[in-house]
């Protein structure tokens, strides 16, 4: 079954940081990238890494958050600083493309990770 695994999620007080982690179970062959949605809003990417090293990131997260890759293990990872109560949200791996063995799969989600920023 196809599956990412992510870790990494938890409770932080302001201005503490996080740094969620997600591993594919197959080949990664396109971007990877996070997503988050918080109770009541529409699902919004946070970060998008592709394989070549380029990075995009939404406004409300920008000097704050690193999307970084390691291609070897299939693996992004997401560093979050200066957290506020606002990035308070279930935290979402994504992947375009994911081959596992002799089949490709397209637009691969992970379960999530919650990420609670509170005092």
């Known amino acids: 079954q196809v599956q990412l695994e992510e870790s990494g999620g938890g409770l932080v007080q302001p201005g503490g940081s996080l740094r969620l982690s997600c591993a594919a179970s197959?080949?990664?062959?396109?971007?990877m990238g996070w997503y988050r949605q918080a109770p009541g809003k529409e699902r919004e990417m946070v970060a998008v890494?592709?394989?070549?090293?380029?990075?995009d990131y939404a406004d409300s997260v920008k000097g704050r958050f690193t999307i970084s890759r390691d291609n070897a293990k299939n693996t992004v990872y997401l560093q979050m600083n200066s957290l506020k109560p606002g990035d308070t949200a279930v935290y979402y791996c994504?992947?375009?493309?994911?081959?596992?063995?002799?089949?490709?799969?397209?637009?691969?989600w992970g379960r999530g990770t919650q990420v609670t920023v509170s005092s």
């Open positions: 994504q992947v375009d493309v994911l081959v596992v063995g002799g089949t490709t799969f397209f637009g691969v």
């Open positions: 197959g080949n990664v062959m396109g971007v």
């Open positions: 890494a592709k394989s070549g090293g380029s990075t």
